[in-house]
């Protein structure tokens, strides 16, 4: 894994951990991460951060209801 220095206002230095998790749930949503990397990312079990998700208000299952709509369909 690869170590990124960010510099946050000091506001924020108080809440590192939920800097940390909320750039994880972030990258999890934007499909730059897999579940599983994101949740190595904070050092947590794939439950445990798929639940941490709803705090940053990223879905768990991030694929459009069109796409699996169409998917059904081929089915």
């Known amino acids: 894994m690869t170590t990124i220095t960010l510099q946050v206002p000091d506001s924020l230095g108080k809440h590192d951990h939920?800097?940390?998790r909320f750039i994880a749930a972030k990258l999890y949503e934007s499909g730059k991460l897999s579940l599983g990397?994101?949740?190595?990312?904070?050092d947590l079990p794939k439950r445990a951060?798929?639940?941490l998700l709803a705090d940053y208000g990223v879905p768990l299952l991030n694929y459009p209801v069109s796409e699996m709509l169409n998917d059904a369909e081929k089915i």
Do not use: H, L, N
């Open 18 to 20: 939920d800097t940390v």
């Open 37 to 42: 990397q994101a949740a190595a990312m904070v």
């Open 49 to 51: 951060f798929a639940e």
